[in-house]
Every structure is written in C-alpha cells, then in structure tokens.
C-alpha cells in the first residue's frame, strides 16, 4: 500500500466551520481550495460598480467574504496571518474540477441531508478514486449520507467532526460508515493527533456522536437542575467553572458564546433520534428556552443570551443576567458557597472532588446530583455510542475544554461512592460497572510503568491506552522517576539519559526555589546525564517571576536582598545558556516575563504552537531584569549588517519590550525575536512537546555538544541609539501615547539596550549588559508608581496605566 500524503485539501463549504477549518489546515502548511456557491443576484455595492452575475469577482463573493470575516475574527483562527496565503477560494460551479487534485476533500454545508446528498453527487464527477472524502456534520447519520454513491466513494467516505473554533478546540471525531476501510480511520486517526494537533477519537455512527451526545446531556440536565433546586445562573457558573476544572464561561456564559440555537438544534437532534434513551424526556427543552428563542435572546451573536451587556447613563458598561423565574435582566449577583471556601486550599482540581460531594450546603446537593446523574448516564452509553470507556473522557476533554472526564472524576470520588450517588437519586449504573465491582476492580484506570490502563468491558481487564507511545505523561512518571523535588520544582528523568525539571509553584510563576530546582536540574544534568528539559504540562508554562516576592522586598527596601534575587534569577538563565549540557526549554500557554527569559536562553526551544510568549514586565513598572533586556540587545547587534540602519534594527527589539508585545501564537514570536528560525520548532500537538523536547536534547548530545564560550562582542551603539531613544519618548510622552512613568522606564530600557551613553559603538559583553539592567530594575523598584503598578497587578490580575 502507498504511503497517503496530505498536501493539499479541499474545503466545500465556506461558513464558520468550514473557513476555520481551511485556516487551521493553512496553520500546519497544507494547500487549501475553499469553495462556496454563486450567488443568486447582485448586492447593491456591486450594481452600483455596474458589475454582472458572470464577473468573479460577484461569483467568488461569498467565500471571499467569509473567509475574510474568519481571519479577522477573534481569537484569530490562524496562528500567522501570512499563513492565509495557502487557501486559494472559488466557487462550486466554476472551480469544482480542481477537486481532482487534492487529497482529502472535506464538506461543511448547511446541515441538511438532502443538500449535502447533491453536494456530493455533484464531487464525485470530478474526485479522483482513492482521494479521502469527509463530512463535517454534527448529527446526521453518516450511513445516509453516502446511499448512491459509488463503492470506491463509500470506501473513502466517512465524518470527521471538529469542534468550533477548529483552531483551539481539540476534539476530532471520525465516524465510520458502514463501508468505511479500516485504513482510512487508522490514517485520520493517525493524522488527526500528530498533524492537526487534535486528539482524535473514533466514535460509532449515533445521534450526535460522542463529545455532542454526553455535553449536551450535561448542559440540558443542568438546564433542569436549575429549576429544580431554585439556583441563579451566576450560582450554577461559579460551580461548573474553574473550581471543578471546566473553562471561565462555565455554563450559560459558554452557550451565550456558542449560540443558544446551535444548543437547541443538537438538543433537539438527540430527542426526535434516541427514543431508546433512558434520558430522553431530559432533551425536551424547559421553558425558559422556549422563551428565549421566540425572543431571539440566543447569546452573543443577538447581543443577549442568558447575559446581556448594557450602557448605564454615565457611560460606563456592565453586565446584567437573566432572571429565570421572571424572564427579565438583573445587576449580576455575587456567588458563594462554604463548600467552594473549603476547595480553596486544594490546588489539583482532581482533589476537589471529594471535598465537593461531601459538602454541607446547596453547593454539596448540586454536585451530588450533578455528579451522579452524569455517571449514570455515560456508563450506559457504553457499548451505545463507543466500546472505550476512555474515548468519553477524551471527548470531553478535548471537545468541551474540562480537566478531567466523567470516568476520572468517577475514579476520583471512588467506584463506590459515585455508585452511591446514582443510587441516591433513585437510578442504577449500566450493569457492567457492578460486575466490575463485584469482581473487585476498584478504579477504572490505573498507571503502570508511566502508561495509563482503562478498564476494558468485554475483556474485564486494564488494557493500555493506544496511541500513547508517541508522548511522555509527567503525571504519570512523576513518582516513579522522580530524582529530586523541592516546594517549587520535580525533578524526572525521561530516560535515554535526559532529565526533566518541572515546574510546580502557583501558575508556575518563578521563585527562588523554582530557581534552585532549575540550577539542581543543571548540576545533576551536568554530572550524571546527557541533556536537560524544562518543560511541564501545566495550563500555562509560566507566567513569570514572583511579583508578590518583589514587591514585597521593594516595599520594605530590602535592596540587597532584591538586588541577590534578581541576580541570581539573571544568573541562572546564563546557566542555561552556559552549562556543559543541552538544555531545550518547552513553553506552551502563556509564557510571560520571566518565563519567556528563560526561554530566550535555551540551547533550543520546541514550543507548543498555542504559545503566547512576551516580555510584559512594563506593565508592572520595571524592565526584563532576569537576562532578557541583555538578550534582546544581543540578538538586535546579531542582526546588524553591513550599511544597514542599525537604529532601526534595536529600535525593533526595543518596541517588543517597550510595548510589552505577546505573540499570539508560537509562529508570531519568530516576529518579535524569541523564536529563531533555523533553531527553535513548534509542535502543534502540545502532548508529544516533551517528547520531541527529549529527542531534541538527545539529538544534540549525540552530535557532539560543546558548552558555548560566553559572548564578549555584543555591538551596542551608545549615545547614538541614545539619543534616538529619548527623543522618541519625549514625542510619545508629549503626545499623550504614553505617561511620564511609562517615559522614565522606556528611558531606563533604552539605556541598558544602547549598552549606555558611550561615545560611540563598542563591543561589550554580555555581563556588562546584565548589569545594567539589574542597575536598572532595581532603581524602577524605588520609584513609588512602580509600587503601586506592582500591587495593582497582585489585586487585580491587570497593568495599572499610572
């Protein structure tokens, strides 16, 4: 059998759905044709252009415009604008030949099975046999969908459902026909993971498939707990948000987002298609939705859903919520409960549980019942919708953004206790789980030899998850290969002679005791290993220095001990740079301030393409104090070429800094100067970064790693880049872009990038810079605006502009 390559792929269909998926395809280098049907008439701009329904321009009108409206929409569906060159668009009439060149043709129309029948009527004149054919659906049964078509077709015909926006959401279903080879869902499956970046799930061909079918059942049975037990919605997100480890818009803040109707279609889907289910009066929909739909409140889209965004008469804007019992607008209430006060002090989210089910209060019946009406109902979709208990954990997870699946909470609160709470409410688990309690299987995983094992039912065994072999799990080697921890740091070893030095402070944010883990990771690295890793597999990789540590010895005027602390955190990133073995960092999430310093002294960087990297220490009143206003210096003089304007090239460096810029994704920061070409990767799947990390450092040591000799000959350009500097703050100062404190810290950054006022361009060394900008750190934390930056920060988790 030929190797399948995807180089290119053609999209039909060019909505939301189907332009988000031509960008995310055009994220990870693929050729994109994009088609969408010929409008029917002209629109006013274009009759008065005197234009016709034969010009192209009015016959590619449509996909034109959508595909433009996808890129500029936010969060931005591309992970590099320049990467909107690779999709080409066209329409179904005059440009549907071109599908006979493409690999991998993919529909996403209207969800309607008569018109998707014709669509594909119409690409099977033109597909070339063997080429992979897909629908994008969401619920209509994949066994309809290809009657007529042709063996060949049937054979390369299956679904493959993302999850909007396609870009972030990592759930890739793939539903097979009744025709479907086996080799086209092991290929997708196997393309989905380490192409797409997606974990990718095979699901059988029910009613909403997997994510859809156990989510909705979720969002519709909070729907009726709710009423149920008199809970506002503020109460209901406050306890289906962060606490439990699903995303800051919880519930009704998420449907407002998704839209309201998208809810009530799938909902809808479900009920008139499971007759069988023994939840299906639960999909009827309650009353406060009806409403809501003839009132066309369907979220964000309409401007208000369950949330609504007012003007209040001095100008300033609020949020109102919906009173579900009187259908009008309310001021937002506060929401607390005793039971989430006593989660406070349990960091991992997986210990919540316990603490949850047992609560006292309203919060404890509302888990309680939430809890053990969901495991009821996923252990009997089970051989239903999937045969794997671990696909339904997967799906939620990778589809509707939770920490951790139905079966893992289960696992999480004990096989028994979860039976309990099914029983509480009058139901039964699907037979199966009291078989395998009976027979004494406690847990539906467990991990062995840093590998996760699910209980597998028709064989009553742990079986090992597949498709692990290509990542490296930290959970689950932290223990067994642990070489060293401290309050801030776990120190592994990966094996084939790399280590790993894990961050485990609050957000990850660098203290000096993650400082000494990463110089500890260093001397044994150095002593007894090859190469060294620092990477973890947080929510983020870090979001900086420890502000509370500095602000609290700048408010005492501890400066010694300040100045100790900075020094050593600059000594250790020129240890990372400098020390005997290859070090790879791997950042992935937000990497801010000192975290992305770090990572500008790696040997190598493999960062997770969802990488949002910048130095962001102004908005906090100071400079990079931990080597990165050094090292942007540095990589400014690496850049300067002959006859070249060299101000232009620091002053470029320098606005990165100045302007505190974040790259929004891992392919931006090659912009900004923190990732290299040519040395630094980006992996799109953030579960084999620490794998691939390994085998970067594994590589290099294997090549021959020799320690770099520290740098002496960074230009800098003195007085000259000076003065430029100062006369740039004083235009932005006197033009009211920028405060008089931001001036004196853009003032203090210039001096340490132009190496000082010397009278003219000299070489330095990199030490000379650090100096500098420790001097200069440590005389911005005298300054009381600073201060005051700095505790804003702490208390509101944002910049102060004073």
């Known amino acids: 059998m ?61 996909v034109n415009n959508a595909l433009t409206a996808a890129i500029k929409s936010r969060p931005a569906p591309l992970y590099h604008k320049d990467f909107a060159k690779r999709i080409t668009t066209g329409n179904l009439e005059d440009d549907i030949a071109k599908v006979k060149d493409v690999d991998w043709i993919i529909e996403v129309v209207v969800e309607r099975l008569d018109i998707k029948q014709q669509v594909f009527e119409n690409l099977e004149k033109h597909r070339t046999p063997g080429t992979l054919i897909t629908s994008n659906t969401s619920g209509i049964p994949i066994k309809f969908m290809n009657e007529g078509r042709s063996e060949d077709f049937r054979q390369h015909f299956c679904g493959t459902h993302f999850f909007n926006p396609p870009r972030y959401l990592k759930l890739f279903e793939i539903i097979p026909g009744p025709d479907t080879k086996q080799e086209v869902l092991d290929f997708l499956n196997g393309y ?93 929909l309650p009353a406060f939705i009806d409403t809501m739909m003839e009132n066309k409140w369907l979220g964000s889209k309409t401007g208000q859903g369950f949330y609504k965004k007012i003007k209040n008469e001095d100008g300033s804007s609020e949020i109102v919520s919906l009173d579900l019992d009187s259908m009008e607008y309310r001021k937002k209430k506060r929401a607390s409960f005793a039971t989430l006060e006593m989660t406070k002090s ?26 053990g009406s969901m495991f009821a109902y996923v252990s009997k979709r089970i051989p239903e919708i999937t045969d794997e208990l671990y696909k339904i954990d997967d799906a939620m997870k990778a589809g509707f953004g939770w920490e951790h699946g139905p079966f893992e909470i289960w696992d999480a609160i004990g096989l028994s206790e979860g039976i309990k709470l099914i029983n509480d409410l009058g139901k039964e688990p699907a037979a199966w789980v009291t078989d395998m309690k009976d027979a004494g299987v406690e847990s539906f995983y467990t991990v062995k030899d840093g590998a996760t094992y699910f209980y597998d039912i028709p064989k009553k065994t742990h079986e090992k998850v597949p498709g692990q072999d290509a990542f490296i799990i930290l959970d689950n080697i932290r223990k067994s290969n642990e070489v060293f921890k401290n309050s801030g740091v776990v120190i592994e070893d990966l094996g084939d002679g790399i280590l790993n030095v894990e961050f485990q ?47 609290m010895m700048a408010v005492e005027q501890e400066y010694d001990e300040l100045n100790m602390a900075v020094k050593y955190f600059q000594d250790t990133c020129m240890r990372l740079r400098y020390s005997s073995i290859p070090v790879v960092v791997a950042p992935h999430g937000m990497t801010l301030g000192g975290g992305c310093e770090m990572t500008l002294h790696a040997d190598r960087v493999v960062a997770a393409a969802e990488t949002y990297i910048g130095l962001v220490e102004f908005g906090v009143g100071v400079i990079p104090g931990g080597g990165g206003s050094k090292e942007m210096a540095l990589r400014a003089s690496d850049t300067f070429e002959k006859n070249d304007v060299e101000l232009n090239r620091l002053q470029e460096y320098f606005l990165t800094i100045g302007m505190a810029k974040v790259a929004t994704s891992a392919y931006e920061a090659y912009d900004t100067g923190i990732l290299q070409h040519g040395k630094d990767i980006v992996v799109v799947n953030k579960d084999r ?25 960074v230009r800098v350009l003195g007085k000259q880049a000076l003065g430029m500097f100062l006369v740039g703050t004083d235009s932005m100062e006197a033009g009211h872009y920028i405060s008089e404190h931001d001036k004196k810290i853009a003032n ?6 132009a190496g000082g006022d010397l009278s003219e361009p000299s070489y330095v060394s990199e030490q000379y810079l650090l100096d500098l ?21 702490i208390k509101k988790g944002k910049p102060l502009r004073n």
């Open 773 to 793: 900008e420790r001097e200069a750190f440590m005389s911005l934390t005298t300054e009381r605006k600073t201060l005051e930056r700095l505790e804003h920060m």
């Open 2 to 62: 030929s190797k399948r390559r995807i180089e290119k792929v053609a999209v039909i269909g060019s909505g939301i759905m189907g332009s988000g998926i031509a960008c995310h395809f055009a994220n990870i280098g693929v050729q994109v044709l994009l088609l969408d049907i010929v409008p029917r008439e002209l629109n006013d701009a274009e009759k008065a252009k005197g234009l016709s329904l034969e010009d192209k321009v009015v016959r590619n009108r449509l």
């Open 192 to 284: 989905g993971e380490k192409f797409l970046g997606k974990t990718s799930v095979v699901a059988k061909d029910t009613p909403a498939f997997i994510g859809n079918r156990i989510g909705i059942y979720g969002i519709q049975s909070l729907f009726h707990l709710v009423t149920e037990m008199g809970l506002t919605i503020e109460e209901v997100d406050k306890l289906t948000g962060p606490v439990i480890g699903r995303p800051k818009s919880a519930t009704f803040r998420t449907v407002d987002v998704v839209g309201l109707d998208t809810l009530v279609h799938v909902a809808n889907g479900i009920y008139e298609n499971c007759p069988e289910d023994e939840e299906h009066e639960l999909f009827k």
């Open 689 to 713: 970064q620490i794998a691939t990390a390994k085998a970067v450092a594994r590589m290099m040591a294997d090549q021959g790693y020799t320690k770099p000799i520290q740098r002496t000959d």
């Open 505 to 551: 402070s609050k957000m990850n944010s660098i203290g000096g005791d993650v400082l000494a883990g990463v110089n500890k990771a260093i001397d044994l690295a150095e002593k007894e290993y090859d190469g060294l890793v620092v990477g973890n597999q947080g929510a983020n990789f870090s979001v900086g220095a420890n502000i509370g540590m500095i602000f």
């Open 748 to 753: 203090k950054l210039a001096y340490v990038m």
């Open 346 to 371: 349990v960091d991992k989210v997986i210990d919540r549980f316990k603490v949850l089910v047992n609560g006292k209060d309203k919060a404890g019946e509302f888990y309680r019942k939430n809890f």
